[in-house]
């Protein structure tokens, strides 16, 4: 049966990658309408708005998204880059993914980081006699997705209604004598209902696919408040879940841990921030950004995406040789979710053996730097990577 797929490309190589995707999804022998949803900077620069409202109205309706990259810019910058007509009547931009998970509550985001057998981006490491060995990486991050440092709620110049509530804290003495327009701040909020449903589903993925222990990766130690909820509801939640080991590690000390033992972990947890941050260490592991994908899921709505960004000084090279192996293994993320999993597995299976084949390589697969020349080289296309995994399904 036929279904909408809300398409939303974005900036940059998204415009490139989501295409090669769904080329993919059709020759898997998927059916579906792909409705082109707009999205990024370039309704920003002539809106004022990167998420316009008649994309939020489609996925409202169709509850499916299969999203490429966005372009985003710290504030000046952006607010430089708007139309003139909209400078200065108080526009300020806002991350369209951001705003589309705080939206529709997708608070959770799933980013599973394995390795490839083949691919020369693996991890290895050395052996206590000298030679080398290349562990096996399969651990999948859950991330919670719209709370912590992302929850968007931060000033610069805050109002004095803030700064006095603020103040009723012993620990703002430090800032008493700074100006208020020399004072940014951030705030880091955590509740204990979106702790508890990402921890929950963190658990319940590590029974269903097998996986052995649950990591809470947080900094109780030094952000007492909201990381030790994390761990305080993570350590009764566990109680439910006595077959599968329960851990606990700080932020730092996990970065380290990454590249001695990563094949130890399976389903790791954490707030918004450090969830980014673990992932993106892990997918380094395992090939890096182009290999990356993620979802992000709420009580009606999914959106899926890769990782990376939108890669703006690869977006014009024709032709192109950005890897849509992150993109493509995206959307198998959405065949799960829709409940098409022997596809997706399928789809899985044709970008290993073409990994572990190797006879078609990005150009990060083979180590070289970004650019036209990549090709000349020995890299292949973006399409010819494409091209060659439609082939081995």
Same mark, same amino acid.
């Given at each position: ?13 998204g ?5 090669e995707?769904? +080329?993919v999804? $059709?020759? /898997?022998?998927? !059916?579906? %309408?792909y409705?082109?949803? @707009?999205?990024g900077?370039?309704?920003?620069c ?10 939020i ?8 998204g ?6 985003? +810019?710290?504030? $000046?910058? /952006?607010?430089? !880059?708007? %139309?003139?007509?909209?400078? @200065?009547?108080?526009f ?10 705080q939206?529709?509550?997708l ?6 980081c ?6 020369p ?7 206590a ?8 990486v399969n651990a999948?991050?859950?991330?919670q ?8 709620v ?15 804290h ?6 008493k ?5 020399d004072?940014a701040?951030s ?7 979106g702790?508890?449903r ?13 996986y052995s ?6 900094k ?6 909201t ?10 939640i ?30 790791l947890?954490s ?10 260490g ?8 182009g ?5 992000n899921?709420?009580?009606?709505v999914g959106?899926f ?26 959307a ?6 829709i ?8 789809i ?19 180590k ?14 973006t ?7 439609i082939?081995?399904?």
């Amino acid at each position: 049966m036929s279904r909408a797929i809300v398409s939303l490309p974005g900036d940059g190589i998204g415009k490139t990658v989501l295409p090669e995707a769904i +080329k993919v999804l $059709d020759s /898997a022998g998927f !059916e579906a %309408d792909y409705i082109h949803g @707009d999205i990024g900077w370039e309704f920003w620069c002539k809106e004022g708005n990167a998420l316009p409202q008649g994309t939020i109205d489609l996925l409202e309706e169709h509850k499916i998204g299969l999203f490429g990259a966005i372009t985003s +810019k710290p504030k $000046d910058a /952006a607010a430089k !880059e708007l %139309d003139p007509s909209l400078q @200065d009547n108080g526009f300020v931009y806002f991350s369209p993914i951001v705003g589309l998970r705080q939206h529709f509550n997708l608070d959770k985001c799933i980013r599973p980081c394995r390795s490839f057998k083949g691919n020369p981006l693996n991890f290895i490491r050395r052996t206590a006699d000298g030679g080398f060995e290349e562990p096996l990486v399969n651990a999948v991050i859950f991330r919670q997705n719209t709370e912590g440092l992302y929850s968007g709620v931060e000033w610069t110049n805050p109002p004095k209604l803030v700064r006095d509530a603020l103040e009723t804290h012993p620990k703002m003495k430090k800032f008493k004598d700074v100006p208020s327009e020399d004072l940014a701040i951030s705030t880091r909020i955590v509740s204990r209902e979106g702790c508890r449903r990402i921890i929950t589903a963190a658990f319940e993925y590590a029974k269903k696919f097998g996986y052995s222990n649950v990591t809470v990766c947080e900094k109780p130690n030094v952000l007492r408040e909201t990381s030790g909820m994390m761990f305080k509801e993570a350590k009764e939640i566990a109680k439910n879940y006595p077959e599968i080991q329960f851990w606990d590690t700080n932020i730092d000390a996990q970065m380290m841990w990454l590249t001695k033992n990563p094949e130890i972990y399976g389903v790791l947890v954490s707030e918004n921030m450090f969830g980014d941050i673990i992932s993106d260490g892990f997918a380094g592991l395992v090939g890096g950004l182009g290999f990356a994908c993620s979802a992000n899921i709420g009580e009606e709505v999914g959106v899926f995406e890769p990782t990376h960004g939108s890669a703006p000084k690869y977006a014009e090279l024709n032709p192109s040789i950005v890897n849509p192996i992150a993109m493509i293994l995206s959307a198998c993320m959405m065949l799960d979710h829709i409940g098409e999993t022997e596809r997706a597995a399928m789809i899985r299976n044709a970008i290993s053996k073409v990994i572990e084949e190797g006879k078609v390589k990005s150009y990060d697969m083979m180590k070289l730097r970004g650019g036209a020349d990549a090709i000349n080289k020995g890299a292949a296309t973006t399409q010819q990577i494409t091209d060659e995994v439609i082939k081995n399904l």
